[in-house]
């Protein structure tokens, strides 16, 4: 089994279908890289590489990855403010309402 064919049947397993790949290859045929690309490997190093390069390849993909559930990630204020609004809202109604 070549690394293409296990990342495939790594990728179809749902507990790791989130985890970004990065390939480390000596070939770097287009067509091969184009295809591996398509099919979600997230980034390359070319063999030999320098461990440095993997390291600050493997911070930015978990920089990027936290930076997105921090952005998605519901704002725990957020809740308490819509609730305070509803209940503001609820107020003003009822106030209208006895007022007319």
Known sequence: MNGEELFLRILKDSKYNAVPFIISTANMEEGVKYRQLKNGVYDYIMKP???KELIFKINNV?????NIEK???PDPFSKVTIKL?????SLQLIQSYVKN
Do not use: Q, T
């Not at 978990?62 to 936290?66: A, E, L, Q, R, Y």
């Not at 609004?85 to 809202?89: D, F």
């Open 71 to 73: 952005k998605l990630s």
């Open 49 to 51: 590489f320098k461990v």
């Open 85 to 89: 609004s509803e209940k503001i809202l």
């Open 62 to 66: 978990i920089d990027f990855k936290k």
